[in-house]
């Protein structure tokens, strides 16, 4: 049987495995440090391949860099080991709790067996590159908001330097599992360049995500909005650039700034492909729709009046109209009529022109509701009582919360908004800097609303909150606390507003008596690999570690299972179900598609049992089997009864 890898494709040796298929003379040998011959690309040659003039060396070239770029670019392509451990059950107990006994700190989800959404403690540019294979081209959109770059804010720290042993050894700001944050303060000397490689890395790995109608909304403010831009037009690439949204943030001036009162925040938004890309319309309001009238019963519905005429005056459509009382209507001067005189009198015979309702107006052209396209283009600018300011962000946190515990975050009216035009009812959207998780309450409340089935992944990093905060204050200890309280409150909600529009005949009243809402989550938690060093490297060790066991002691089943999942390209939120086959505790993940069992002293039952299922992968350790008997019959067996089963062990 195939060893797993247990470990990310290397992203690097997947680039040059593509560019050597479509210039295989660009492929040469190189003798690494550790004597092993591996395939690099000859640059020079590449070059040349794209190139219609003879290449001699560098040319100098319109380019955008910074101090480390290569290796944030190193980074992202690397491979990792670490893996995602399911969270199912609380691991301490609460520290407080709310009037109705909430807790504060529950680290577990909600529906953990049913849920398709997923909470991710951890380093995003490690999850995102556990999410390579699994949701590789799947993500509709993806929304962050990521640190600004104001000089107050934390940003990851990326020592390019260390190596997974030195991973806990870095200066900085930690949470509890030793992941890393640092003050970016303006006297850094690095202060753009540190932001850069922290954003840089990360966008790389987000874009392979993106399904190639997909697209990816950045929040940012005028501190960094010119870097951001440069490094989204390399990364998506410029053509690819959709708008910059300008939002009205503030409503109202703060005296003490010195020069201006910055009211607004930017959204920057690329397509992963701008030609299959297509936005939603925003649904057409009840002021849109008001100047429409039927005041002459016309059995098309109602309409409101357009313009007829247009500049700069085209002779041919300068002629005379006359009316149904006689009277004779003729363009402005410099201006002529927007149709030829054809077109008009086909208009006019269909009942499209408008002489008022005693025929004596200037003619107008009717225009139907129910032939306008069904909602409106945004616009680029949104103002505050369109969809909601900052102040209004935090009274819905507050009132739902019962404290400020989370400063800045994105009013309801707003993620909406983004939801709407960039997602589907269907879509799955990512977030990887989730802070507050307000777009995971508006993927829930927007599903409610409109009967959607969005999907959320929330990434967060289990940011430490200070002691002297009001969310410290308030029972809260990191980041995620605060984001997975606020999904369970925000899902109690939104199921009590939908059971109350059941009982009063409202949108649900036909639904039956079952949530039409997914308010779950599943909660998993970034984590070195559950494989000792031993399995990756067992030329290292002696001959008496490699016969010993090379799962960690302290990983179970479960653990491994999720580990495997990510390798046999399986969603995190697949439906797994457990059960006992001859006392051993067997896993079937999305309808059997796989089948894991790591108990020890396997024997034929279990493995007859498992062949008859006819998974399309199964999955154990190497040393399960019971006995050498049960190993010389194993592949007997699944020769008889599934054959074509992909058997690996870890």
Same mark, same amino acid.
Request: a negative charge.
């Given at each position: 049987?195939?060893?797993?890898?247990? %470990?990310?494709?290397?992203?690097?040796? !997947?680039?040059?495995?593509?560019?050597?298929?479509?210039?295989?003379? /660009?492929?040469?040998?190189?003798?690494?440090?550790?004597?092993?011959?591996?395939?690099?690309?000859?640059?020079?040659?590449?070059?040349?391949?794209?190139?219609?003039?003879?290449?001699? *060396?560098?040319?100098?070239?319109?380019?955008?860099?910074?101090?480390?770029?290569?290796?944030?670019?190193?980074?992202? $392509?690397?491979?990792?080991?670490?893996?995602?451990?399911? &969270?199912?059950?609380?691991?301490?107990?609460?520290?407080?709790?709310?009037?109705?006994?909430?807790?504060? /700190?529950?680290? !577990?989800?909600?529906?953990?067996?049913?849920?398709?959404?997923?909470?991710?403690?951890?380093?995003?540019?490690?999850?995102?590159?556990?999410?390579?294979?699994?949701?590789?081209?799947?993500?509709?959109?993806?929304?962050?908001?990521?640190?600004?770059?104001?000089?107050?804010?934390?940003?990851?720290?990326?020592?390019?330097?260390?190596?997974?042993?030195?991973?806990?050894?870095?200066?900085?700001?930690?949470?509890?599992?030793?992941?890393?944050?640092?003050?970016?303060?303006?006297?850094?000397?690095?202060?753009?360049?540190?932001?850069?490689?922290?954003?840089?890395? #990360?966008?790389?790995?987000?874009?392979?995500?993106?399904?190639?109608?997909?697209?990816?909304?950045?929040? &940012?403010?005028?501190?960094?909005?010119?870097?951001?831009?440069?490094?989204?037009?390399?990364?998506?690439?410029? #053509?690819?650039?959709?708008?910059?949204?300008?939002?009205?943030?503030?409503?109202?001036?703060?005296?003490?700034?010195?020069?201006?009162?910055?009211? %607004?925040?930017?959204?920057?938004?690329?397509?992963?492909?701008?030609?299959?890309?297509?936005? $939603?319309?925003?649904?057409?309001?009840?002021? =849109?729709?008001?100047?429409?009238?039927?005041?002459?019963?016309?059995?098309?519905?109602?309409?409101?009046?357009?313009?007829?005429?247009?500049?700069?005056?085209?002779?041919?459509?300068?002629?005379?109209?006359?009316?149904?009382?006689?009277?004779?209507?003729?363009?402005?001067?410099?201006?002529?009529?927007?149709?030829?005189?054809?077109?008009?009198? =086909?208009?006019?015979?269909?009942?499209?022109?408008?002489?008022?309702?005693?025929?004596? $107006?200037?003619?107008?052209?009717?225009?139907?509701?129910?032939?306008?396209?069904?909602?409106?283009?945004?616009?680029?600018?949104?103002?505050?009582?369109?969809?909601? %300011?900052? =102040?209004?962000?935090?009274?819905?946190?507050?009132?739902?919360?019962?404290?400020?515990?989370?400063?800045?975050?994105?009013?309801?009216?707003?993620?909406?908004?983004?939801?709407?035009?960039?997602?589907?009812?269907?879509?799955?959207?990512?977030?990887?800097?989730?802070?507050?998780?307000?777009?995971? %309450?508006?993927?829930?409340?927007?599903?409610?609303?409109?009967? *959607?089935?969005?999907?959320?992944?929330?990434?967060?990093?289990?940011?430490?909150? *200070?002691?002297?905060?009001?969310?410290?204050?308030?029972?809260?200890?990191?980041? /995620?606390?605060?984001?997975?309280?606020?999904?369970?409150?925000?899902?109690?909600?939104?199921?009590?507003?939908?059971?109350?529009?059941?009982?009063? *005949?409202?949108?649900?009243? =036909?639904?039956?008596?079952?949530?039409?809402?997914?308010?779950?989550?599943?909660?998993?938690?970034?984590?070195?690999? $559950?494989?000792?060093?031993?399995?990756?490297?067992?030329?290292?060790?002696?001959?008496?570690?490699?016969?010993?066991?090379?799962?960690?002691?302290?990983?179970?089943?479960?653990?491994?299972?999720?580990?495997?999942?990510?390798? /046999?390209?399986?969603?995190?939120?697949?439906?797994?179900?457990?059960?006992?086959?001859?006392?051993?505790?067997?896993?079937?993940?999305?309808?059997?598609?796989?089948?894991?069992?790591?108990?020890?002293?396997?024997?034929?039952?279990?493995?007859?049992?498992?062949?008859?299922?006819?998974?399309?992968?199964?999955?154990?350790?190497?040393?399960?089997?019971?006995?050498?008997?049960?190993?010389?019959?194993?592949?007997? &067996?699944?020769?008889?009864?599934?054959?074509?089963?992909?058997?690996?062990?870890?």
């Amino acid at each position: 049987m195939d060893k797993m890898k247990m %470990h990310t494709v290397d992203i690097t040796d !997947s680039n040059i495995e593509k560019i050597g298929q479509l210039f295989p003379n /660009c492929l040469t040998e190189h003798m690494g440090e550790d004597g092993k011959v591996e395939k690099v690309i000859d640059f020079d040659q590449l070059r040349q391949e794209l190139s219609k003039e003879i290449v001699e *060396g560098p040319q100098e070239r319109y380019q955008f860099t910074w101090p480390d770029k290569k290796k944030a670019i190193l980074a992202s $392509n690397a491979s990792t080991t670490m893996t995602l451990r399911p &969270i199912r059950t609380d691991e301490t107990k609460p520290s407080g709790a709310d009037s109705e006994g909430n807790p504060y /700190c529950s680290t !577990s989800g909600v529906d953990f067996e049913n849920t398709k959404n997923l909470y991710i403690e951890g380093d995003n540019l490690e999850v995102l590159k556990l999410l390579q294979e699994d949701y590789l081209g799947k993500v509709k959109m993806i929304y962050i908001d990521p640190p600004y770059n104001t000089g107050n804010d934390f940003i990851y720290d990326d020592d390019f330097s260390q190596d997974l042993g030195d991973y806990n050894e870095n200066s900085g700001q930690y949470d509890t599992s030793g992941n890393r944050m640092v003050q970016n303060i303006e006297s850094n000397g690095r202060f753009h360049t540190d932001w850069l490689n922290m954003m840089y890395s #990360r966008l790389k790995l987000s874009r392979s995500l993106l399904s190639p109608d997909g697209a990816i909304f950045i929040s &940012i403010d005028d501190h960094e909005i010119e870097n951001l831009k440069k490094i989204c037009n390399e990364v998506f690439g410029g #053509r690819n650039f959709v708008a910059c949204v300008v939002w009205q943030r503030t409503y109202a001036p703060i005296s003490l700034k010195k020069y201006f009162s910055e009211s %607004h925040d930017f959204c920057v938004i690329y397509a992963k492909d701008i030609d299959s890309f297509k936005m $939603n319309l925003l649904p057409r309001s009840d002021k =849109q729709n008001k100047d429409y009238k039927n005041p002459d019963n016309d059995p098309r519905g109602p309409w409101k009046v357009g313009n007829l005429t247009v500049g700069p005056a085209v002779e041919k459509q300068i002629y005379p109209i006359t009316g149904p009382t006689g009277k004779t209507f003729m363009p402005p001067s410099g201006y002529c009529w927007r149709f030829t005189k054809e077109r008009f009198e =086909q208009m006019r015979a269909d009942n499209r022109i408008w002489f008022g309702a005693d025929g004596s $107006n200037s003619p107008v052209p009717k225009l139907f509701l129910s032939e306008v396209q069904d909602g409106v283009t945004p616009m680029t600018l949104w103002t505050f009582d369109e969809v909601g %300011h900052g =102040q209004e962000a935090t009274r819905e946190l507050r009132d739902l919360m019962g404290a400020a515990v989370f400063t800045s975050p994105k009013p309801l009216r707003y993620m909406k908004r983004l939801l709407q035009i960039g997602s589907n009812k269907d879509s799955l959207i990512l977030d990887f800097f989730s802070g507050s998780a307000s777009t995971a %309450h508006a993927i829930m409340k927007l599903n409610s609303e409109d009967g *959607g089935n969005r999907q959320f992944i929330m990434v967060q990093l289990p940011e430490v909150i *200070g002691a002297k905060e009001e969310a410290y204050k308030a029972g809260y200890k990191n980041i /995620c606390e605060i984001g997975k309280e606020r999904i369970r409150r925000a899902g109690k909600k939104i199921m009590e507003e939908q059971r109350k529009s059941e009982s009063d *005949g409202g949108l649900f009243a =036909q639904v039956e008596s079952k949530p039409t809402v997914d308010v779950g989550f599943r909660v998993l938690k970034l984590d070195s690999s $559950n494989m000792n060093d031993v399995y990756y490297k067992p030329e290292e060790f002696s001959e008496q570690l490699i016969k010993e066991d090379n799962v960690k002691d302290d990983r179970t089943s479960e653990d491994l299972l999720f580990q495997v999942m990510l390798e /046999c390209n399986l969603p995190l939120s697949a439906k797994i179900k457990t059960e006992k086959i001859a006392g051993k505790e067997v896993f079937s993940v999305n309808n059997g598609y796989l089948v894991a069992c790591f108990d020890e002293n396997i024997d034929e039952a279990v493995i007859k049992d498992v062949a008859k299922r006819k998974p399309y992968y199964f999955v154990m350790r190497d040393s399960s089997l019971a006995s050498d008997n049960v190993a010389d019959n194993f592949e007997q &067996i699944f020769q008889a009864y599934s054959k074509d089963t992909i058997r690996k062990i870890i």
